[in-house]
């Protein structure tokens, strides 16, 4: 991702295998060791980590990485070379969040690619159905009572400047 000076940045992601459910994002203009392995103590606070983590074989991924992830717990799957469906779940949200949100926006900077794709994030996360998951969504919301006896109008909350939208019933 290039942001409007054409300066390069970088996001990292961290997507739960069974749910789809997107666990963190983070952006950085320089990716070192330090930094990916910093992503990784903040995409498992408290002991909550997976049992394995899937990643790509990039020298971005050096040995502090390994360390926090070892002393996480987690095992680390390498994928094959030139194999993208070995992590096609990553994959498939990648393109889902270029094709539905980056190719809509000239991003000004890393504050500005951290806001867009953190607000993207809760929308894929809370709002938007999965085919992977039968049109589930990650992280369901409660159920709403309906009452049949009257009707109840529909709002439209618009996410990303009206980019995509969340419809609720008015209280």
Request: proline share 6%; with cysteine.
């Amino acid at each position: 991702m290039v942001d409007a000076s054409f300066r390069q940045l970088y996001a990292f992601f961290m997507v739960e295998h069974h749910s789809r459910r997107v666990v963190h994002v983070g952006v950085t203009r320089h990716p070192t060791d330090a930094w990916m392995a910093q992503q990784l103590r903040e995409a498992t606070p408290f002991g909550e980590h997976p049992n394995y983590l899937i990643r790509d074989n990039d020298a971005k991924f050096g040995l502090q990485f390994a360390r926090v992830a070892a002393g996480a717990g987690i095992a680390i799957l390498k994928t094959p070379f030139h194999a993208p469906k070995a992590n096609a779940i990553c994959e498939r949200f990648l393109g889902s969040v270029r094709r539905e949100c980056l190719d809509h926006f000239l991003i000004l900077g890393d504050r500005h690619l951290q806001h867009v794709l953190q607000e993207y994030v809760t929308y894929f996360n809370l709002d938007r159905p999965h085919q992977g998951i039968h049109q589930q969504i990650p992280i369901p919301r409660p159920a709403e009572q309906i009452s049949k006896s009257r009707v109840i109008p529909i709002q439209s909350i618009p996410i990303l400047n009206g980019l995509h939208h969340r419809y609720q019933r008015v209280a």
